[in-house]
């Protein structure tokens, strides 16, 4: 894996001198073309072995390009507010928009690697860990961002050598640490997880270009190159065509039996028994978040429905017996531009809360498996890759104590129509009804069937969905309560079992 | 996940023999469509709980459709023949050729499931099972066949339900065993284990299709018309086009140097020495073979070079050694006819060895990224995916114990010119010669580029390649009889240490 990168590389300085003008001018231009088209967006990896000039590539391309389209990410320890999330949230929120280049030095391997190396983790963790990495690179790729992944690397007697110079040297002797030192006693060790992570991540899509780090003249150069031919590669494909959807479908309706019919509709509770059951539930969720182990978990309630099945209702149940300081209401509507700008999941990613807080999103990320696939406003290629995608998003929330509780309400057709009128009959619910819902019902169908898609592919036991039977307004809500919690009840239970009381550090697999 | 196959899905006997015959029939035109194109295989794998129907799902494909175009393959206990091999190993060898339908009941599920289940392995080994099933699953898309995957499932009390029925009916009593009820037991256990496998590998290219297994009618026909529409739908997907390039270019050359540049060409072994050495080689060659471990593992030689850099020769050195029983050349020319019907790894995996064997590719995989990028014979989508590939194909050898040694024999040019030219004037030599490599010699650097590419992306701490100095016959053999030596040495030592004495049966993480 790293033959070519130890062979010495260099390149004089007469021809560096001559080189570097042109490519300069080409990259500020390839970056111009790409801020003026707003196509894609470019992430750029720096890893590499310590010595090996990662810090400076980052520096140069700073210097080389124009500071105001590119963004750089020196990934340190993180914050508070960064261990409170899961940890791919700090890589979100840095993301570049698209026509953007944003440059990361230290990535989502940095700690799996340290981890490895240190022998906190087994190769088995590591691989859960490349697999996300390779899983999130996907995802990244078929939103259409050019991943280009940089690797630094040098041979032992060369970071030696390296290591040795800059010590000589009273003006950089500040960079050589103690612990350069500790890792370059177990280079052995790095190599070899270094070669691991090369191998298992270098995708099709995004694989890891390895660059000799020795000589400044020969690396800048390449990875100016590098990076102009990739950006002018990209900017010359010819705009998407539709991908060809190779999956089998899904499942053909046989029967006429599905999810959403088994439910029983006339569920109902009376006024006087609801105000009692409301009362007791809206105690006891307010005396769970008041737990002391909550500070170390946190809830995502998602609500998903048929228009006017009372989410908004529902929600005000809920946050009516939560601490204004704790919780916060997203409503989804259509994307703002900056959102529109970003992978589809980047603007789910920006409302994580922290630990100790309940957030609760009006409509959510299962918009793209349900009005943008009805509707046709993403491809069909898109949403059906989204179910795993939805999948690994949740499977990170919930290792990382954010509990996913996810309702649908459900209510049936002649409901929503008694609904809708009685809407346009109310002046004060009149805003609540437009044109765009009684065309939505017109899709009832395809609508119920992308609901039942969705559940069969996105209940899972971490993060289950509960489809409420909502033509009664007060059972609905009851039932949406108790289920919440009874879900952050167990929580706590197996909180206080484990004993858990720290907040996410990067950990075992991360 | 198991929603919609928990419903209690039925069809009726009236509604289900009015649908069967058209759905037959429809079947049998996709079938006779899909063998007449060629244009791809078919996959089919089947799998579930005990007590789904999955046996009666395989009987109902072969009734319903052509015997002549569709194979099924029940996966139960491993041979001996299959034991000795990677465990991948025996769905290679049943994989479908294009046009035809390869149905599977057992795939390579079924043990990361029961090993989950038995608590023999822990999750992250079942992650990294999973995920080598996903990463062959996208090969095999990717190379251009249809996988449908179905999984059939019953609630709990429809398990049992499903048990006592069969139990009480004197004709089908045999079928309820012991093993049923202990995994009934261990129902939940299953489901959750169940659950994990289809979100994990639910990819956008396969994902699994879910089906209620209670009510035979309308399980047939949903196996059925999925299978249809899904042979349909890629029937009717026109001629792939090129698939776009989405990573960043391989490194440009910089700089003047690369790997093969740094190659003293001048090294050289007397032929009197080169005498004494070889019988040396030959001798401990023949003995290591010998050692009592030798037969825990096996031996796969790779042999790459350019034209006329002397692999033949080599190759004779090493058999010359070696007990003619248990070694095997493999000569790799223009795929045959029933291999360009296959996945391009198809035609290798065939012939990987049994424990206690060497086999000596001359040529091999890597004709993917050497000739075949270099002339065009695959786009450069597929050619660049081949590295991982070629990666995981390996690591799946070294997993199971089968060494994996490669060799680049590399002359200078003025070299081969040399030898062409003795090849033509020598009578007994010029079968060796053809227009072919005087076409290939105009494309040195073209190819000197693929090698580098090759070494840099496939020399792995499991596998490296070692490169060797072909312009001496000589040295280039004792340096490769060396090599060969110190490797198995290395790896019987590793053998006598671990005190291995079985055959490879299904273990962790498999």
Same mark, same amino acid.
């Given at each position: 894996m790293f033959e070519s990168a130890e062979l010495g590389h260099k390149i004089k300085k007469s021809v560096y001198e001559k080189e570097v003008p042109a490519l300069r001018e080409a990259l500020l231009d390839a970056q111009f073309e790409l801020a003026k088209s707003a196509a894609f967006q470019v992430i750029i990896l720096v890893g590499g072995l310590d010595g090996s000039g990662r810090g400076a590539t980052v520096n140069l391309l700073n210097e080389w390009m124009d500071p105001r389209h590119i963004q750089t990410h020196g990934m340190g320890e993180p914050s508070d507010e960064e261990l409170d999330r899961p940890m791919m949230w700090r890589f979100w929120r840095s993301l570049p928009p698209k026509g953007k280049i944003g440059v990361f030095l230290g990535s989502w391997y940095t700690w799996p690697i340290l981890n490895r190396v240190n022998g906190r983790t087994e190769d088995a963790d590591l691989d859960q860990s490349l697999e996300r990495a390779a899983r999130l690179e996907k995802m990244l790729v078929d939103e259409g961002a050019l991943v280009i992944k940089l690797w630094l690397h040098l041979s032992k007697e060369k970071q030696e050598k390296r290591f040795k110079e800059l010590e000589k040297n009273p003006l950089t002797r500040? /960079?050589?640490t103690k612990r350069d030192w500790k890792h370059y006693k177990q280079y052995d060790k790095f190599r070899a997880v270094h070669e691991k992570v090369i191998r298992h991540t270098s995708t099709a899509e995004a694989p890891w270009l390895v660059i000799e780090g020795e000589d400044a003249q020969y690396r800048n150069l390449t990875v100016g190159k590098v990076i102009l031919k990739a950006i002018q590669g990209r900017l010359q494909l010819e705009a998407s065509p539709q991908p060809r959807i190779l999956a089998p479908p899904l499942l053909p309706p046989i029967d006429n039996l599905h999810l959403l019919k088994t439910l029983d509709m006339t569920q109902a509770v009376e006024k006087k028994s609801y105000k009692v059951k409301l009362e007791k539930l809206q105690g006891r969720l307010n005396e769970l978040t008041r737990d002391? /182990?909550?500070?170390y978990m946190s809830v995502i309630v998602v609500f998903e429905g048929n228009? =006017? =099945?009372?989410k908004g209702g529902s929600i005000r149940r809920i946050t009516g017996a939560l601490d204004a300081r704790y919780y916060q209401v997203i409503p989804i509507a259509a994307p703002t531009e900056e959102e529109r700008v970003q992978p589809y999941l980047w603007r789910f990613w920006r409302h994580l809360p922290r630990k100790g807080r309940v957030t609760v999103f009006d409509r959510s990320w299962y918009g793209r498996v349900l009005v943008e696939r009805v509707e046709g406003f993403c491809s069909e290629a898109d949403w059906m890759r989204a179910y795993g995608e939805i999948n690994d998003f949740e499977a990170q929330m919930v290792r990382h104590r954010l509990m996913v509780v996810k309702f649908w309400l459900a209510i049936t057709k002649d409901e929503q129509l008694r609904r809708f009128k009685d809407r346009e009959k109310t002046g004060f619910k009149n805003f609540k009804i437009t044109e765009e819902d009684w065309r939505n019902r017109e899709k009832w169908e395809l609508y119920e069937q992308a609901v039942c898609d969705m559940v069969d592919r996105t209940s899972t036991l971490m993060a289950p969905w509960t489809l409420v039977e909502a033509n009664d307004k007060y059972f609905a809500r009851i039932k949406i309560l108790k289920t919440l919690c009874d879900r952050i009840e167990d929580k706590l239970k197996e909180l206080h079992e484990t004993g858990i009381d720290y907040l996410d550090k990067p950990k075992k697999g991360d």
């Amino acid at each position: 894996m790293f033959e070519s990168a130890e062979l010495g590389h260099k390149i004089k300085k007469s021809v560096y001198e001559k080189e570097v003008p042109a490519l300069r001018e080409a990259l500020l231009d390839a970056q111009f073309e790409l801020a003026k088209s707003a196509a894609f967006q470019v992430i750029i990896l720096v890893g590499g072995l310590d010595g090996s000039g990662r810090g400076a590539t980052v520096n140069l391309l700073n210097e080389w390009m124009d500071p105001r389209h590119i963004q750089t990410h020196g990934m340190g320890e993180p914050s508070d507010e960064e261990l409170d999330r899961p940890m791919m949230w700090r890589f979100w929120r840095s993301l570049p928009p698209k026509g953007k280049i944003g440059v990361f030095l230290g990535s989502w391997y940095t700690w799996p690697i340290l981890n490895r190396v240190n022998g906190r983790t087994e190769d088995a963790d590591l691989d859960q860990s490349l697999e996300r990495a390779a899983r999130l690179e996907k995802m990244l790729v078929d939103e259409g961002a050019l991943v280009i992944k940089l690797w630094l690397h040098l041979s032992k007697e060369k970071q030696e050598k390296r290591f040795k110079e800059l010590e000589k040297n009273p003006l950089t002797r500040w /960079k050589v640490t103690k612990r350069d030192w500790k890792h370059y006693k177990q280079y052995d060790k790095f190599r070899a997880v270094h070669e691991k992570v090369i191998r298992h991540t270098s995708t099709a899509e995004a694989p890891w270009l390895v660059i000799e780090g020795e000589d400044a003249q020969y690396r800048n150069l390449t990875v100016g190159k590098v990076i102009l031919k990739a950006i002018q590669g990209r900017l010359q494909l010819e705009a998407s065509p539709q991908p060809r959807i190779l999956a089998p479908p899904l499942l053909p309706p046989i029967d006429n039996l599905h999810l959403l019919k088994t439910l029983d509709m006339t569920q109902a509770v009376e006024k006087k028994s609801y105000k009692v059951k409301l009362e007791k539930l809206q105690g006891r969720l307010n005396e769970l978040t008041r737990d002391p /182990k909550f500070r170390y978990m946190s809830v995502i309630v998602v609500f998903e429905g048929n228009d =006017a =099945a009372g989410k908004g209702g529902s929600i005000r149940r809920i946050t009516g017996a939560l601490d204004a300081r704790y919780y916060q209401v997203i409503p989804i509507a259509a994307p703002t531009e900056e959102e529109r700008v970003q992978p589809y999941l980047w603007r789910f990613w920006r409302h994580l809360p922290r630990k100790g807080r309940v957030t609760v999103f009006d409509r959510s990320w299962y918009g793209r498996v349900l009005v943008e696939r009805v509707e046709g406003f993403c491809s069909e290629a898109d949403w059906m890759r989204a179910y795993g995608e939805i999948n690994d998003f949740e499977a990170q929330m919930v290792r990382h104590r954010l509990m996913v509780v996810k309702f649908w309400l459900a209510i049936t057709k002649d409901e929503q129509l008694r609904r809708f009128k009685d809407r346009e009959k109310t002046g004060f619910k009149n805003f609540k009804i437009t044109e765009e819902d009684w065309r939505n019902r017109e899709k009832w169908e395809l609508y119920e069937q992308a609901v039942c898609d969705m559940v069969d592919r996105t209940s899972t036991l971490m993060a289950p969905w509960t489809l409420v039977e909502a033509n009664d307004k007060y059972f609905a809500r009851i039932k949406i309560l108790k289920t919440l919690c009874d879900r952050i009840e167990d929580k706590l239970k197996e909180l206080h079992e484990t004993g858990i009381d720290y907040l996410d550090k990067p950990k075992k697999g991360d």
